[in-house]
């Protein structure tokens, strides 16, 4: 299998740095590489750029507003937007609910939501997870039950990301009690400003709240938010899920974050030299950088052979991306920690605080705690082997 990229996949990428160069704004630039957060605002201009060049939604069917891209030239962008750095469009909606909504939903749902989308009109977040539902996602325990032509829900969700800001929220709710936990699950959209809705805010071991809890006390939702047939969510909620796990990879991110750790490990010094010449911290580095090559390659395998036989349900082997991707992340923020030494602790009165670096030397270690997620969500990394053992290999 030739993995080289075409000459005009090549062009393809010095057109999108081109793009990225001229386009992305420099504060916005500064704080992604710094590791500050953006705000809302930030974010939504941004995405709203690239909607504007047609660029926000690349990889639906041009029928909903796509580019016709190939899978190879979706790979390319996504990476050189991780590597710039620049924020990748929402994944709640554009990578998530909006492909669910083209797959399974009706004509009037598509019209009305898939343009909302890709303009960052409408914020989407995630209602999936539970407290007792997390891994085991198939036992979750938030009810829709329908009364004339709404469905009126009652339950919990957890670990909702950015629900904040969110104006609509997916959830997979419970429409047949009798049913095995399989069966039974409808996939539903609900307006968060609807009467009932609670977000509270969870504090993450970086101090920041990212995350929320939303809690649905007798809400009402029209029966047309349904999508696709009802007790039939299960199915849905896999075609979803498949689709962030080949995503979750963040191959350019990680690259982006390697780039950074030799930038810094050549200006601090330990034992009166650069730590990059540190024999011990290159073998380190060198073998991060190995593994992240053979992540990027078994990406691109993935992404051919989809492009050959893909039947639009996704490849059990990107399972395999989900693990390797977030084992990288890991060990890529604490290379980055390792360089920084005794300086990741900011708010240590034994530091110098005219430190002119101390900003962004101050991400670090909540950057660090921050990426101990990675290998639980989207399905936790034990998780993942199950599904490798039984879908890929066959036991």
């Not at 930030?42 to 909607?51: C, D, K, T």
């Not at 809890?213 to 849905?236: I, S």
């Not at 050959?308 to 490849?315: A, D, E, L, Q, V």
């Amino acid at each position: 299998m030739d993995l080289a990229f075409t000459k005009e996949e090549r062009a393809f990428r010095e057109e999108v740095r081109q793009f990225l160069r001229e386009t992305v704004p420099g504060e916005m630039r500064r704080k992604l590489v710094e590791g500050t957060q953006l705000s809302k605002d930030e974010m939504v201009a941004w995405w709203r750029i690239l909607n504007k060049k047609g660029w926000c939604v690349n990889q639906w069917p041009k029928e909903y507003g796509g580019t016709g891209w190939t899978s190879v030239q979706q790979y390319i962008f996504k990476e050189e937007l991780q590597m710039y750095p620049a924020p990748v469009p929402l994944a709640f909606g554009v990578a998530m609910v909006g492909p669910v909504i083209y797959t399974f939903g009706n004509e009037a749902q598509k019209k009305q939501y898939l343009p909302r989308i890709a303009n960052m009109d409408d914020w989407w977040c995630q209602g999936f997870s539970e407290p007792e539902a997390g891994s085991d996602l198939a036992s979750l325990k938030t009810k829709a039950e329908r009364n004339g032509d709404k469905y009126v829900i009652n339950g919990q969700k957890t670990w909702t990301t950015l629900a904040q800001y969110a104006d609509m929220i997916f959830c997979l709710c419970r429409t047949d009690p009798t049913a095995k936990k399989q069966s039974g699950i409808s996939f539903i959209l609900v307006d968060m400003k609807s009467k009932g809705i609670t977000v509270r805010p969870i504090q993450t071991i970086d101090g920041g709240y990212e995350i929320n809890e939303v809690f649905f006390d007798e809400v009402e939702v029209p029966v047309q938010n349904l999508v696709g047939e009802e007790n039939k969510g299960w199915h849905y909620a896999k075609f979803l899920l498949g689709q962030e796990r080949t995503g979750i990879a963040r191959v350019g991110v990680s690259k982006e974050r390697i780039r950074r750790i030799k930038e810094v490990a050549s200006k601090f010094e330990s034992s009166g030299r650069p730590i990059v010449e540190d024999p011990v911290f290159r073998e380190k580095l060198t073998s991060c950088e190995i593994e992240l090559k053979a992540l990027e390659l078994t990406q691109l395998r993935v992404i051919a052979h989809e492009s050959k036989h893909g039947n639009g349900m996704p490849n059990p082997a990107s399972s395999v991306l989900k693990i390797k991707g977030s084992d990288i992340q890991q060990a890529t923020t604490e290379l980055l920690l390792e360089v920084i030494g005794p300086l990741a602790a900011p708010y240590d009165e034994s530091v110098d605080s005219s430190c002119e670096a101390m900003e962004w030397i101050a991400q670090i270690a909540p950057t660090y705690f921050n990426n101990r997620k990675v290998s639980i969500y989207g399905g936790s990394n034990e998780i993942q082997r199950n599904i490798i053992s039984r879908a890929v290999l066959g036991l």
